[in-house]
């Protein structure tokens, strides 16, 4: 069954720790993977995409096929990134009508407080 | 350009009431999606369409009607609302399903 896992529901770190939230993806195929992130009562913002390879507000995701994960990291925490932070795959499938597209899902999230 | 645009933010509805959630994007994107945000549950996709005339049914999708007429519009109606239904919902698009999704703001909903 295709599944995405965040393990961690809420993690905490101090301002200039490094951080990183995980996410693992259970999948056939070649998903497409995303970070995305919501600040507090603020719509969903895409933050990354594997297939872009870019740093967006010092955070960086690599795609490890064999441990299928996408964890997103930064190497010192900022307070403005608390938020919540969703791993989303992109994956092409068999719709319920029999027809066949694209279909983003997404993990449970992770909270992320940084503390000053 | 408004982007995706939901009406309404809030709404509070007695169990048996029907009603309908807009979203409207005035990006031309093919793509448009309905997701409901609940603590502990991130979000799951309740229906989707990947063009006019073409809707399918998401992971939740009991309880719920979508349509999509226009590219533009993609309205979600509760035909019977439940407490079970009190929920965050966001609609989302994107270009042909092979970029980023846009979000609207949401509509916060409570059913009693």
């Known amino acids: 069954a295709q599944r995405v896992t965040q393990p961690e529901k809420l993690l905490s770190v101090f301002k200039g720790a490094p951080v990183e939230l995980k996410c693992n993806y259970s999948?056939?195929?070649?998903?497409?993977l995303f970070w995305y992130v919501q600040y507090s009562r603020q719509r969903l913002q895409l933050l990354l995409r594997h297939i872009s390879r870019e740093s967006i507000k010092g955070f960086t995701a690599d795609l490890n096929k064999g441990e299928t994960s996408f964890h997103l990291k930064k190497p010192f925490a900022q307070e403005e990134d608390s938020a919540m932070y969703y791993c989303a795959p992109r994956a092409w499938g068999v719709s319920n009508s029999g027809g066949s597209n694209y279909k983003l899902t997404f993990g449970k999230g992770t909270l992320l407080t940084v503390n000053p | 350009n408004a982007g995706v645009t939901q009406t309404p933010k809030f709404q509070v509805l007695k169990t048996g009431q029907s009603m309908t959630l807009q979203c409207a994007q005035d990006m031309n994107h093919e793509y448009m999606s309905w997701y409901r945000q609940d603590p502990g549950m991130g979000l799951r996709l309740i229906h989707y369409?990947?063009?006019?005339?073409?809707?399918d049914q998401g992971e939740v999708p009991n309880g719920y009607n979508v349509s999509r007429s226009t590219t533009e519009d993609f309205p979600l109606r509760l035909l019977s609302a439940a407490p079970s239904q009190t929920s965050v919902y966001f609609c989302?698009?994107?270009?042909?399903?092979?970029?980023?999704?846009?979000f609207g703001s949401g509509t916060r909903l409570t059913v009693v």
């Open positions: 369409s990947v063009g006019a005339g073409i809707t």
């Open positions: 989302a698009s994107s270009y042909e399903g092979i970029s980023g999704y846009t």
């Open positions: 999948y056939s195929g070649s998903p497409e």
